[in-house]
């Protein structure tokens, strides 16, 4: 079945430090959807791409969709300690009823 | 206020005990679902509504039933939990126009 993985799992960096996390997939994705889950919260929607190649950015998040729509990434430039969380993508299948989740990259920022 | 509530949030029982976890929208969504997540597993679907009336597995629905009576509820039941269902169980639900799915604030099972 479709499978959606994500590297890196944990990622430790110093405030003011860059962080990338990635999401790959086999198969062509419909969509990409991007949510953050503080500790000990709930999983918040962050974006969705949809196109080839799409690229969106909300303040310090950047997010690519790849050309092929086989993998995308979360980009956040100059963490702050607000960013701890895990980063989950996710995809809803074709007809938009089921969604597969990656695993989640867990950042941690020393201030 | 728009939201999702679930109850309980903390619930510890012995295996077997049938038991339910309640879901409920304010927002008139016709999508509900239900997730687990583990450690290192991410969150995996259980089970989902498109509308009342109608249900579907998601990737992970063995030991689990759901029920779409009303567009609001959204109830998970376990007829006999065993200790491999302990775990983070969230509810979601969307409107079928927009994709976002907003969450429960989850429900922290332990089968004993």
């Known amino acids: 079945g479709q499978q959606v993985m994500q590297i890196p799992q944990y990622q430790h960096v110093q405030e003011g430090e860059d962080f990338t996390t990635y999401c790959n997939s086999s198969t062509t994705l419909s969509n990409i959807q991007w949510y953050k889950q503080r500790p000990g919260g709930h999983p918040v929607f962050l974006i969705q791409l949809v196109k080839s190649g799409e690229v969106k950015k909300q303040k310090r998040l950047t997010f690519q969709f790849g050309e092929a729509k086989k993998n995308s990434s979360l980009h956040i430039t100059a963490t702050q300690t607000t960013d701890v969380g895990t980063y989950f993508c996710?995809?809803?299948?074709?007809?938009?009823?089921?969604?597969?989740f990656g695993p989640g990259t867990s950042l941690s920022v020393i201030p | 206020e728009a939201q999702v509530t679930q109850n309980p949030r903390y619930l510890i029982t012995v295996t077997g005990k049938k038991l339910t976890v309640t879901c409920s929208q304010n927002m008139n969504h016709e999508y509900m679902s239900w997730y687990r997540q583990d450690p290192g597993l991410g969150l995996r679907q259980i089970y989902y509504s498109m509308n009342v009336e109608v249900t579907d597995k998601g990737d992970v629905p063995e030991g689990y039933k759901v029920s779409r009576k009303e567009k609001r509820n959204f109830p998970l039941i376990l007829e006999s939990p065993s200790p491999n269902q302990t775990s983070l169980y969230f509810c979601?639900?969307?409107?079928?126009?927009?994709?976002?799915?907003?969450f429960g604030p989850g429900t922290r099972l332990t089968v004993l």
């Open positions: 979601a639900s969307r409107s079928l126009l927009v994709d976002e799915q907003f």
């Open positions: 996710a995809s809803l299948k074709t007809s938009y009823d089921k969604v597969i």
